[in-house]
């Protein structure tokens, strides 16, 4: 090929790439098998890592590399005063007057006496300046392209989930939800992941509680799953099967707690012991459309839930994550909820090996011990109110 031609082809992907999802333009390439050709490196190489398939399944995993060095959690990089040890604030959060100031950091200048704190990650699962180089199966990988937030979800590093209270709870939503919306309008964002991980079990050694946002240019397997599966029995059925669920688990043993719009329970299939998940009563498929009035009923269910789990199990370590609906057009539909893996063992090679889950303790005996706690931490919290 000449050079002029490579040229025009480099410039020619270079436009193509600011306009479509990665995943397209990836299977655009196959189709035209034009990866051979041009050994998949159109961009300067950059240094991120990579998103590889498994072999024969749709397993995804992302080589991290952590080129800059990690600042060790027990300096306290989340802390006030130790701001420069992150990224500098998109969005910090400062009460005053009885008002919330949305503010940010300037070159050298932060933010002080904040309350919620949002900036990019430090050490970034997927980076903007991922490299772009793909190759195909058995050796499949794309770049592990996208943003990673942290939004810190208390200034104090003794707060947990389970402790900050239902306004700052409030206060962390809706930050999540405005960052949620500006990231669906960036490129190569198809899907937006936010996650939290309590405890050093739960692969979390930082103290303070934060939450991240981690995109991608794919649909995560297991969003996709639930939205084929749910988008079958809606075909099916013509029904929504986390709408019939609710009816299913509303007062029944598996029930944890209530409130207006929202309930949780322990999944007839959890998949370990005080699995539960918080769902809202309406169908609804998306986090960043709904009202504050919702955000402060499901504040105050996570709270309480949360508050009832740590009684429940002492220094108990957890994943909480929130499953939402891929945002794009024409992407199929779940119910949005969230749902919280306690980790109480290690896993077994009949988990790891099959996928087949063992759990000891029935879902209806973690729901009774979980709601008796959880309603107990509603109270306390309505009377605080
Ligand atoms: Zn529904
Ligand atoms: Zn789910």
Redesign the pocket.
């Known amino acids: 090929m000449t050079i002029l031609s490579y040229n025009f082809f480099y410039v020619y992907m270079n436009i193509l790439f600011s306009y479509l999802p990665l995943s397209k333009i990836h299977l655009f390439l196959i189709n035209l098998d034009l990866r051979k050709h041009f050994n998949m490196r159109f961009l300067p190489l950059r240094t991120m890592g990579d998103m590889r398939k498994d072999y024969v399944s749709e397993r995804f995993m992302i080589i991290s590399k952590k080129d800059d060095k990690v600042i060790d959690p027990k300096k306290m990089p989340f802390a006030p005063g130790n701001e420069s040890m992150t990224n500098p604030s998109v969005l910090s959060l400062v009460a005053k007057d009885g008002m919330l100031q949305r503010l940010q950091d300037n070159d050298d200048e932060y933010v002080k006496n904040w309350t919620i704190r949002v900036f990019e990650s430090k050490n970034p699962v997927v980076s903007i300046n991922a490299e772009n180089s793909y190759s195909d199966k058995p050796h499949y990988s794309e770049p592990a392209y996208g943003y990673h937030y942290v939004v810190v979800a208390s200034p104090k590093p003794k707060d947990t989930f389970a402790t900050i209270d239902p306004e700052q709870w409030a206060n962390v939503l809706v930050v999540v939800q405005d960052r949620l919306r500006w990231l669906y309008t960036q490129k190569g964002v198809t899907y937006v992941s936010i996650y939290g991980d309590q405890g050093e079990a739960a692969g979390n050694n930082n103290p303070h509680p934060h939450l991240n946002l981690i995109t991608f240019s794919t649909i995560p397997p297991i969003i996709e799953s639930e939205a084929e599966a749910s988008h079958n029995i809606l075909n099916e059925k013509g029904v929504?099967v986390?709408?019939q669920t609710i009816n299913a688990e509303t007062g029944s043993t598996r029930q944890v707690l209530q409130t207006e719009g929202f309930i949780a329970f322990c999944p007839w299939a959890s998949s370990q012991p005080y699995e539960f998940w918080i769902v809202p009563k309406k169908?609804i498929t998306s986090f960043s459309k709904i009202t504050q009035k919702d955000i402060n009923d499901l504040s105050l269910i996570l709270r309480s839930t949360l508050g009832g789990l740590s009684k429940t199990i002492k220094n108990v370590s957890y994943n909480l994550v929130f499953h939402l609906s891929p945002e794009k057009k024409n992407s199929r539909q779940i119910?949005w909820h969230i749902e919280i893996y306690p980790i109480t063992k290690p896993r077994s090679g009949l988990e790891r090996g099959y996928g087949i889950f063992l759990n000891d303790i029935s879902p209806e005996q973690t729901a009774e011990k979980l709601g008796a706690a959880s309603r107990k931490e509603l109270a306390n919290l309505v009377g605080i109110i």
């Open positions: 929504c986390m709408c169908h119910h």
